[in-house]
């Protein structure tokens, strides 16, 4: 898997996926473990849908 997220976007998914889970973990719906998924993707640097979609938030690499 390649990375196709920058910082701002990796911060973001990891802070909503967590918040998503608390709340699915303190009984506000269980529709809200939905919120693994931007976690999952935040830690991992990665998101399938970028990829097909053929986008990036990453910094451009300098050469």
Known sequence: MTKNMGGIDKTLRVAIGIALILGAL????TWMWIGVVPLVTGLLNSCPLYSVLGLS??????S
Not at 57 to 62: D, I, N, S
């Open 26 to 29: 303190l009984g506000y719906g």
């Open 57 to 62: 938030t990453c910094p451009a690499k300098k």
